[in-house]
C-alpha cells in the first residue's frame, strides 16, 4: 500500500537551532500533505495544510514564521522548526493526500523533536 | 467547531476479551468518522470509516456504527488480540462522502493494550 515516511523519527537540538523534519509520499504523489502536532496525552492539532507549489495554510494561533513549511514537489514537503526552544518539543505527524483515487490520507510514522 | 472525544485510557484487556472504546463528537452538518490505529513504531492506518447515519463500519473484526442521534461512534471488537495492542483514535471530517480529503480532527487517542 502507499507509504508516507518522516525523517528523521526523532531529533534532539539545542534552543535557538533550526530543525528541518521531511515527509516523502513513497509511492505516490500527493498533492496535498498536512503536518499535525501532537502533545503527550492529547490528539493530534492541525497546523497546517500545504499543497504543492503554493503556500501553506495555517490553522489559526499557528506560527508561520516559526513552522516553516515548503512543499516543492508532489513527493516531498518539509517543516521546518525556526529558532527552537524547549516548548517546541513536540511529536510532529505528517500525512499525504494522493492525486487520485479516494484521496484517502496516508501518515508518516512521526518525528519527536527535543528542544534542549 | 468540531471536536471529538474519546474515552481516557490506558485500556488494559486480557486476550479474547471485548473491546468497546467510546467515542462522541460535536460537528456543524454532516461529517464522516473515521477510527484510525497506530501501532508502535508505526504511522496511523485507517482501520475503519462510516460516511453517513447508521452506516457501520468494519475491519479486522472491529466494528463502528454512526449514530446520529447519541453523535457517537464507539469502536467495538468481540475478542481482541495480543497483535491488537496500539493507541486508536476517532476522527471526525468535516466533508461528508467518505473520502478523508478534508481537515481531520482528532480524539485525544486510546491506548490498548492486550495481555496473552
Known amino acids: 500500500g502507499a507509504v508516507v515516511s518522516q525523517h528523521p523519527s526523532r531529533v534532539i537540538c539545542k534552543s535557538g537551532t533550526s530543525v528541518k523534519i521531511e515527509c516523502r509520499s513513497l509511492d505516490f504523489q500527493a498533492t496535498t500533505m498536512f503536518w499535525y502536532r501532537q502533545f503527550p496525552k492529547q490528539s493530534l492539532m492541525l497546523m497546517a495544510t500545504?499543497?504543492?507549489?503554493?503556500?501553506?495554510?495555517?490553522e489559526q494561533g499557528v506560527e508561520k514564521d516559526k513552522f516553516l513549511i515548503n512543499h516543492a514537489s508532489l513527493t516531498l514537503s518539509t517543516l521546518t522548526v525556526t529558532s527552537a526552544h524547549p516548548e517546541d518539543s513536540s511529536f510532529y505527524i505528517c500525512?499525504?493526500?494522493?492525486?487520485?483515487?479516494?484521496?484517502?490520507?496516508?501518515f508518516g510514522e512521526g518525528s519527536r523533536l527535543t528542544v534542549l | 467547531g468540531n471536536s471529538v472525544t474519546q474515552m481516557e485510557g490506558p485500556v488494559t484487556l486480557s486476550e479474547e476479551a471485548f473491546l468497546t472504546i467510546n467515542c462522541t463528537y460535536t460537528a456543524t452538518g454532516y461529517p464522516s468518522l473515521f477510527w484510525y490505529v497506530q501501532y508502535p513504531g508505526e504511522g496511523l492506518q485507517l482501520l475503519l470509516k462510516a460516511t453517513k447515519a447508521d452506516d457501520k463500519g468494519s475491519n479486522k473484526g472491529f466494528e463502528a456504527t454512526y449514530r446520529k442521534e447519541t453523535t457517537s461512534f464507539h469502536l467495538e471488537k468481540g475478542s481482541v488480540q495480543v497483535s491488537d495492542s496500539a493507541v486508536y483514535f476517532c476522527a471526525l471530517s468535516d466533508h461528508a462522502g467518505g473520502t478523508s480529503y478534508g481537515k481531520l480532527t482528532f480524539g485525544q487517542g486510546t491506548i490498548l493494550t492486550v495481555h496473552p
Open positions: 500545504s499543497n504543492e507549489g503554493s503556500k501553506a495554510t495555517y
Open positions: 500525512s499525504a493526500r494522493g492525486y487520485r483515487g479516494t484521496g484517502e490520507l496516508f
